[in-house]
């Protein structure tokens, strides 16, 4: 049984990380319903830059601001260096490419992909890093008779406050309003006063700005990053935004919380290496049940 | 006119049209580009400085040609969003790897069973996920390439190796001819190539094609013009599986060995890649998307590990600057001659005429085949003289009740009108009768048939046809293949057809055409028949639409307010050609809210108000109807 | 227009293309040509790209010392991406060239369509990083042989090692279903088959888990749970790093032994030196433990121009596939691939790389070719365990 929640812990774990990246994918999807295959390298490119900061200071950050001011820090300047890359990205690969219609945006966003993945190897080079031990914080303790560390913690405090923030914004603020609008039909919402383009800053810069400080907090918990780090993330953040449903922002958490707990019950107790196939055959059942998307509104189409 | 202007002409290079000077090169284009082409592609291997490395280069382009060309029909004709496309590429693979290296069948043999049995496989996991939309379906076909390539790695049953693959796969042998230098492997796969393309493109121009191009454009719109979406969505992923698997097999046998790592999602990305870069729907565009995507990294080799960034960039370049692809196929201004259709009359109004229908085809049938389609017995009884009865018919969603107990009579040979205030849930009967929607309970009988719970594509086929209220065209698509939709439903022929050119397809597309060709001319845009449909007016569009429904054939027309967003004369003109209709045969059922139609041409009136009939009646006496009143002007307070 | 426009562009860049590619044949003077395949881009990049600075010192070495039949020698890099597909492209490639013969590759999978297409054309190719037995022992090559070991003679290590030495009686293998681990894993389980029988010992954990994840926790714990005496891991480094770090998170003790994809400088660094303190490694023996001539000057070539010994063993026989070429060469007094072949297989007194000296079989193994448990210090060094 302790094994059980042992699992389940691991699961909210993983859970957390996919929830997080997802959350911040499905933003840009749901507006723009674009398919931004770059946004698993923007995590993974947050997590260099989080690395790149706490080395190359040589820990004089950490000095200064103790281990969680150096976390602090590094997931600030992720934070910024994302967003900016994020918005970056979208006005100079994707803005030019709206008028083509989707499918030609999701060439772009392969493009932006393998482009990422490698540029980051040719800065960072192809070996792995690792986030040293001296700038992570390790303290463990036992809660409920669980093992459990500190990072662990407040990893999962973050990304629920995070989540809760974004839930918050844009479910119960008018200018969340104005970002649903848009997704839902963006011509009627420039005619209702609604400025777009405000609503895309917003979306390219804080749906990438989140991934990155998925990725610093990824780096720290796992310690090793690579420059292909981010396809398979990406790839889950997808999953999980459909599995909750397009366009419904918590949709994608509780997706990406659902994956992360399925992966490792699963892995857990039959086996580790199907554990793939089965998130995917678990996927497509839920689909075929439900055809939005477990909260994805069954949005009657006006013939 | 001949196979090579025709199949020019499809691919976009047929003869330059309009005053330009007929030269020795512009008369005989067809056959000199044809002629180079064939003799570029002969003389490839054995030019001076092509080495064997060159020549598996293009055998590699051809392979990934194929894959592009297959995943065109989902992705390109019919708009499906596949991204495991890769799974059916790996099956054929296998397929040809186990059976070869475990009971030595021999590789040619395989090339037909790989393409079987990857296509026997989409059918079986595509069927219960093609009703999901757009990213859904995308997701689910990630899944199931991931699923296909993580159940080869995880090798259940000890079938297909695990990681390591199998290896000792033979080469093909024809009739004795052993096939195993890269030279006899560039010719034994673009021969096989080029039979495909031919097929490819008959299929592209046949109704088939078109259909698929419905389908993309349009799905509720197609389903309702008589095409059955389900099957046809279907056979695009069957067919689409079964090529890619005839590139498994080439790989398979070239390769002599092959493991999981070659069927990764990121191959199905790049088969995606493929087709977008070549141009949706085209046929060169694919086959030079492959060339441009295979080609590519070899020619940056040099950069060593930059290479790949620069494949990157290029994509994002290419979308920039050319969205459209390489090679978009071309749909405005390739005139009729586009559509590759034979034996068309030279004359435009012999092609009107031929279109002309039998007045015996439109008068309700009791026979038991009408141009083709089977009925089923008569087995209802109607009251005399109606066309369509609903009895107690009621829809309700979760709380709302939108349709409450509603009895319609139409009667053959009358214009009936449906009116009522807005939101009184006129549409929603509508689409219950063609099968959009299905009654919660009652009965629609058409014909002495009930129709309740059938699929739209179905009850189109029986003699129904309709319109919308939010125009419902096939925007990127020319007129005249617009109207062409509506015989599609009587047509017969299927994919082998097609592709053979079989006496009876030909005489049937011919027939297509024509029908098309006249209700075009009917309702007065013969010469906007080569315009692309968006670009049409929108009362032009109104007509259109009302064109294509009247070459269903159907004996009755439900129109869903059609004279809304015309102007008086244009309403005017349009009771004119309501009444012919009526003259020509057909029976009419109308929503409407202009009141000067109403009163103009109906016969009967029927009125709903919050789902429920309130009046019924002639149009004089509804006019006056104090109900009628108080439904579309409130009460008068007292 | 446009089309006919964009078709031109295609057949010029042909053109050019071509003329591009046109071969530097070995003539009877000048440098002979010998082609490294190796994995540039794609997943395995890191080895690839040491690899080539390898086999970069190693000509290097080579030239100063007057290379060989009086000639220079000169290595082009051919990448082949790290899967199969583009092996062979990449093989017909190094054919195009027509040198005089290839090291290549690494990855089994990798390597098999790229020796078919050697064998085929009767070029001369030395692997250095592909260990599956059917490379050899299934299709009896003429002209593939290779540096690394074989994955038999790593499992059949790991299980006498495991049984006799260490005494265990619960023994868990995990992979990571790529093909080098999975083979190395199959065949240790082979090699335990016999003592499982006689009831020595129980296989209590075969599973995977998916390379290029970084959470285990769930695999981890499962394999905890099953009490295991001994823990072999036969995938790569950067996995191996996470998993023991994860593995004694969760409170599992027993004892961890990398296979020889696992140890690297880079495991030391992902797992920390806490973690990765006494953990244990089969290999063949390192670099750092040969103390020939040779091997101290490619150590200290390589650690000026690259700043530090290569952190994995694989690129090293890539260094050594090239001492094999030359050496052969030599004996054989000929560039031909069947003389070359010949020597390979029957006269290779005198030649040794950077592991020492290098023999082959009749099909083409590295002859001899030991296993030892290598164990990380407190200091982050691999050396052989003294049990």
Known sequence: ?303 | MGITENILKRIGLGKPSGDKPVTFWSRNRGWLLLAITGAVFAAYPFLPFISDYWIDIAFFVGVYALLGLSLNIVLGEVGLFDLGHTAFYAIGAYVTAVLNTTLHIPIIVLLPLSALVAGGFAYLVTSPVIHLKGDYLCIVTIGIGEIVRLTMINNPFNLTGGPNGINGIGGPNLLGLAINSSTQFYFYTWIIIGVIVFGLIRLQHSRIGRAWNYIREDATAAEASGVDVRSYKLLAFVLGAALAGVAGNLYASKQMSISPGSFTFIESSLLFCIVLLGGLGSIPGSILGAAVVVVFPEVFRQFASYRLLFFGLALMLMMIFRPGGMWPRKREGTGLDGLGIRGLPKNDEDLILLGKPDPAMIKPATTATVRGVRLPPVTVPMDEGMLLQTHGVTLKFGGLTAVNNFDLNVRTGKITSLIGPNGAGKTTLFNMITGIYKPTSGKINFLGRDITNLKPHTIISYGIARTFQNIRLFPSLTCIENIMSGPHCHARSGTWAAVMHTVAEVREERDIVATAAYRLDQVGLWKYRNELAKNLPYGKQRYLEIARALATAPHLLILDEPSSGLNDRESEDLMVLLQALVTEGFTLLLIEHDMQVVMGISDWVAVMDMGQKIAEGLPKDIYNNQRVIEAYLGKEDD | ?387
């Open chain 1, 1 to 303: 049984m302790a094994t059980f929640f042992e699992q389940l812990i691991n699961g909210l774990t993983i859970g957390s990380f996919y929830a997080l990246v997802a959350l911040g994918y499905s933003m840009v999807f749901g507006v723009m319903k674009l398919i931004n295959f770059a946004h698993g390298d923007l995590f993974a490119l947050g997590s260099y830059l989080g690395y790149t900061l706490l080395i190359a200071s040589s820990s004089w950050v950490t000095v200064h601001f103790g281990l969680w001011g150096g976390m602090a820090i590094a997931m600030l300047f992720a934070f910024t260096g994302i967003g900016l890359a994020g918005v970056l990205m979208e006005r100079v690969a994707y803005r030019p490419v709206y008028p083509a219609g989707r499918l030609s945006l999701v060439v772009s966003a392969l493009g932006m992909s393998i482009f990422l993945q490698n540029g980051i190897m040719a800065i960072w080079g192809s070996r792995p890093q690792a986030y040293p031990a001296a700038v992570v914080p390790s303290t463990r303790f036992s809660l409920l008779g669980l093992p459990v560390t500190s990072l662990q913690v407040v990893i999962l405090l973050i990304s629920f406050t995070l989540m809760l923030a974004i839930w918050f914004i844009v479910e119960k603020t008018t200018f969340g309003a104005a970002i649903r609008a848009t997704a839902l039909d963006r011509s009627t919402a420039t005619l209702m006063g609604i400025d777009v383009r405000v609503v895309i800053f917003f979306i390219f810069a804080l749906g990438p700005a989140l991934g990155g400080i998925a990725g610093v907090m990824n780096g720290m918990y796992y310690r090793a990053i690579s420059f292909n780090m981010g396809w398979t993330y990406g790839l889950k953040a997808f999953t999980a935004t459909i599995l909750g449903g397009i366009g419904n922002i918590p949709g994608a958490m509780i997706g990406g919380l659902l994956l992360g707990l399925m992966e490792s019950l699963f892995a857990g107790y039959v086996s580790g290496a199907w554990k793939d196939v089965f998130v995917f055959f678990i996927l497509i059942v839920v689909l075929i049940w439900r055809p939005t998307g477990l909260l994805g509104e069954k949005t009657a189409e006006k013939v």
């Open chain 3, 1 to 387: 227009m446009r089309k006919t426009v964009s078709v031109l562009l295609v057949c010029m860049l042909a053109t050019v293309l071509f003329l591009s590619g046109c071969a530097k044949k070995t003539g009877d003077t000048g440098p002979i040509q010998i082609a490294l395949q190796a994995p540039i881009t794609g997943d395995y990049a890191y080895e690839g790209q040491m690899a080539k600075q390898s086999v970069e010192v190693a000509t290097e070495l080579i030239n100063k010392a007057g290379g060989v039949l009086e000639r220079q020698i000169a290595v082009t890099v051919v990448d082949d991406g790290s899967n199969p597909k583009d092996s062979a492209i990449a093989a017909q490639k190094a054919v195009s060239l027509k040198v005089v013969a290839v090291i290549g590759s690494y990855g089994s999978s990798v390597t098999e369509p790229a020796e078919d297409i050697y064998e085929k054309n009767k070029m001369v190719s030395v692997g250095y990083g592909c260990t599956a037995l059917r490379l050899t022992v299934d299709k009896k090559p003429n002209y593939f042989f290779r540096t690394c070991g074989r994955d038999d003679a790593q499992g059949l290590f790991f299980a006498k090692y495991a049984v006799e030495t260490m005494g265990a009686k619960l023994i868990a293998i995990m992979h990571d279903n790529s093909t080098f681990a999975k083979g190395v894993a199959e065949e240790a389980k082979k090699a335990l088959q016999p003592y499982v029988d006689a009831g020595k010992c129980k296989i209590v954990y075969y599973d995977a888990v998916t390379p290029g994840e970084k959470d285990f926790s769930a695999a981890v714990t499962k394999l905890r749970n099953t009490n295991p005496d001994v823990w072999y891991y036969t995938g790569y480094y950067t996995e191996a790093g996470l998993l023991v770090r994860q593995a004694r998170d969760a409170g599992l003790t027993c004892p961890f032994i990398g296979g020889n994809a696992a140890i690297n400088d880079d495991f030391i660094k992902i797992a920390g030196i806490d973690v990765a303190k006494g953990c244990l490694m089969t290999q063949e023996p390192l670099v750092t433990d040969v103390t020939t001539a040779i091997s101290e000057q490619f150590r200290t070539l390589y650690k000026e121009k690259f700043g530090d010994v290569p952190s994995s063993p694989w690129p090293v026989y890539a260094a050594d596939a090239l001492y094999a070429i030359v050496g052969a060469i030599k004996n054989a007094n000929s560039i031909e691939s069947d003389a070359i072949a010949t020597a390979m297989h029957t006269n290779m007194t005198g030649v040794e790389g950077v592991t020492g000296a290098i023999k082959f079989t009749a099909i083409g193994d590295r002859e001899d070719v030991p296993y030892k448990m290598y164990e990380v210090t407190a200091d982050g060094k691999y050396v052989v365990h003294q049990p």
